[in-house]
Structures are given as structure tokens and as C-alpha cells.
């Protein structure tokens, strides 16, 4: 079992078997019908409390992800902005974000990006929240 102040998030492949574009929202997202199936890859997200945020990538496929553009780190920028805003503090401001990157990138296989909301919903359980 994990301590209590780190969390880990499997963010498994996905395969579409059968994808069509149904309409579109008002907000511009498209309306989906699809089929998938989850084959046996994944990235591996783990937290961990810290003073400050970042974001750190391992793994095979880690180098084709670029500075600043996944989505695992625009995330963690928004949650600090949020804390940053809000009127709370905690002994740990900040959490450390490690992603091993087993999935390749653009391969239309899903990953990190997926495990974006249970990530985040495992690591602020506690009531943690993250500052910059």
C-alpha cells in the first residue's frame, strides 16, 4: 500500500473500434458514438506531495512529448491558478506529478491525458489543494 501522501493512476491504451461524429454541442465540442476497447499498455501517473508543482516524464516514449503540451500539465496549471485564487492553504502546497510514458504519442491510443481526472480527484481526496 502507497503512503498517504502518494497516489498512483493507471491511464490505460485504448483502441476505437468504431468511432462517428453525431453532431455538435453549443460549446463546439463534437457529439460522439463510439466503441473501444483497452488493450494491455498504459501510462502510470503517480502524485506525491511537494513544496512546489512540476511535472516530471519517464519512460520509453517520454522525449516525444513536448515542454508545456501535454495535457497532465496544462491541468496542473489550472488547478494552481485555482488554489492560487482560493482562500485555503495546507502544509504541502504543491504535489509532484510523474508520468511514465508507455503509450506512444499520437497514436490515437488515449493515455496520460485520460488519467487526468481520476488523478487529480485521488490526489486532492485529502483535501489537498496545489499552488505553484
Known sequence: MAPANIRRASAPAKVNLYLRVTGRRADGYHLLDSLVVFVDLADELIFSLAPKTSVQLHGPFARAV???????????????????????????????????????????????????????????????????
Do not use: M, W, Y
Open 66 to 132: 513536448g515542454q508545456g503540451e501535454n495535457l497532465v500539465e496544462r491541468a496542473a496549471r489550472l488547478l494552481q491558478a485555482a488554489a492560487a485564487s482560493a482562500d485555503a492553504s495546507c502544509a504541502q502546497p504543491g504535489a509532484t506529478i510523474a508520468i511514465e510514458k508507455n503509450i506512444p504519442v499520437a497514436a490515437g491510443l488515449g493515455g496520460a491525458g485520460r488519467g487526468i481526472p481520476d488523478s487529480f480527484t485521488a490526489s486532492t481526496s485529502t483535501g489537498h489543494r496545489f499552488s505553484g
